[in-house]
């Protein structure tokens, strides 16, 4: 079995302030780690993903997220936020022995204000 | 390059009618997903393809949903007979996938759908 957890349903942060939306996994054996962001009326946009390696993943518009094995976690992070970047956030998990099978989290509604 | 195109991009009928949502994916993959969306449910993955091939379609709610895919570049998501409950936004995704494959699924904008 695979699940993801987003233990906030919202994050409000001040533009120019550090962004950080927080995901656990839970997965039998290694995963493999998305997330998306989706903006109103628009399908998920692929932001990054971790499969191995360094444990820091960079990714688009300046996010980067750090995977934590002994905590089973997979927060992302953005330094600076922007206005622009208030939308809805989703963890995504698959086990590497599944070949095509994503556990989406509930999302994280992100308002970052001027 | 296009990305998954998805069609009509909102669709309201009465309920009974039958509604056909369309897809077409990113060219050169071969993976195809049918996602539904509700505030309730959260995403849920309907149906996925392979190769043109139904692999998994233990999402689908029951037999009023059907789930075609005749080519690469092509696949649909009926409902018939459709029922207010049926209301939510529809995504396909598609990607390249296999059993070494680590690739995003890359989602379509949606299809919202109500049903009165």
């Known amino acids: 079995a695979q699940s993801v957890a987003q233990p906030e349903d919202q994050v409000n942060v001040a533009e120019g302030n550090p962004l950080t939306v927080k995901c656990t996994y839970s997965v039998s054996g290694n995963p493999y780690l998305f997330w998306y962001v989706q903006y109103p009326n628009r399908g998920l946009q692929f932001l990054l993903k971790y499969i191995t390696g360094d444990n820091l993943v960079k990714g688009s518009y300046g996010f980067e997220a750090e995977f934590n094995k002994s905590q089973t976690s997979f927060h992302l992070k953005k330094p600076s936020a922007l206005v622009s970047d208030s939308a809805l956030y989703f963890c995504?998990?698959?086990?590497?022995?599944?070949?095509?099978?994503?556990?989406f989290g509930a999302g994280t509604t992100v308002t970052v204000r001027a | 390059d296009a990305g998954v195109i998805q069609s009509p991009r909102h669709e309201v009928t009465e309920m009974g009618q039958e509604v056909t949502l369309r897809c077409k994916p990113i060219s050169g993959h071969n993976s195809l997903f049918w996602y539904r969306q509700t505030m309730m449910r959260g995403l849920e993955l309907l149906i996925y393809f392979n190769n043109n091939v139904p692999i998994d379609d233990s999402g689908m709610p029951e037999d009023r949903f059907s789930a075609k895919m005749p080519n690469a570049s092509f696949s649909t998501l009926k409902i018939q007979p459709s029922e207010p409950r049926d209301s939510a936004v529809y995504f396909c995704?598609?990607?390249?996938?296999?059993?070494?494959?680590?690739?995003?699924?890359?989602f379509g904008d949606g299809t919202r759908l109500s049903i009165l």
């Open positions: 995504a998990v698959r086990a590497l022995s599944n070949d095509y099978k994503l556990s």
């Open positions: 995704a598609s990607s390249l996938a296999g059993s070494v494959s680590n690739q995003p699924q890359h």
